[in-house]
């Protein structure tokens, strides 16, 4: 049973377009948090949230927490193909530790 | 600028083989954490350790052992190597605090036959 739902779990669209992504839970989290990951890397830390309703934005990236604090959602205005990678959402419970969903892959198609 | 390094990048063992997979920071955090990613199915949490001398299980601890005797140092054990430890396995540090960022380490990729 995965406690954090990504979707859409792959993503191909063209340079230009936009597109969201989705985190969801039935557990309440204490901060929710985006990372990256390119191939053979590890995961980068994009943006950590942490009130319900909490919006963040990074450049052409914005992400948003729920009122609930169950789920949370990642906007990417205007696509390049440097954003193609993987993202994984990841709620925090206690001591710091992280419970990842599945990730989406996305590729931006130039 | 190290931050957090693995060894090996990559190792084929066979059935019920055993290895260790080292990971060492130099950001002097107190928190690491060893996870292990699986096509389609995100970061899983084998252990953690808040510190020298002190670990804990994750999420899928099963057939794997860990020690920490330094700040540095965390290194993960299989012991008897099954197919279905075949993973990329991610090592992390972080301060502890809520909110914090953790720094992970480029990976291993290991392939048990």
């Known amino acids: 049973t995965q406690l954090l739902e990504q979707s859409p779990q792959f993503l191909s669209i063209q340079e230009g377009e936009n597109l969201t992504v989705y985190c969801n839970s039935s557990?309440?989290?204490?901060?929710l948090q985006w990372y990256r990951q390119e191939p053979g890397e590890g995961p980068v830390l994009l943006v950590t949230?942490?009130?319900?309703?909490e919006v963040k934005k990074l450049k052409r990236l914005t992400f948003q927490f729920g009122d609930a604090r169950k789920d949370s959602s990642l906007h990417i205005t205007a696509a390049q193909p440097g954003d193609t990678g993987l993202y994984l959402c990841a709620g925090e419970r206690g001591a710091q530790k992280l419970v990842f969903g599945q990730g989406t892959r996305l590729t931006i198609n130039p | 600028n190290a931050g957090v390094t693995q060894t090996p990048k990559f190792r084929i063992l066979k059935i019920g083989q055993s290895m260790t997979l080292q990971c060492t920071q130099d950001m002097n955090h107190n928190y690491m954490y060893w996870y292990r990613q699986d096509p389609g199915m995100g970061l899983k949490l084998i252990y953690y350790?808040?510190?020298?001398?002190?670990?804990d299980k994750g999420e899928v601890p099963n057939g794997y052992n860990v020690s920490r005797s330094t700040t540095e140092d965390f290194p993960l054990r299989l012991e008897l190597a099954a197919p279905s430890q075949t993973s990329v396995y991610f090592c992390a540090s972080g301060g502890g605090r809520f909110q914090e960022t953790q720094y992970f380490g480029p990976g291993t990729r290991l392939l048990v036959l």
């Open positions: 557990s309440v989290f204490s901060s």
């Open positions: 350790s808040v510190g020298a001398g002190i670990t």
């Open positions: 949230v942490v009130t319900g309703g």
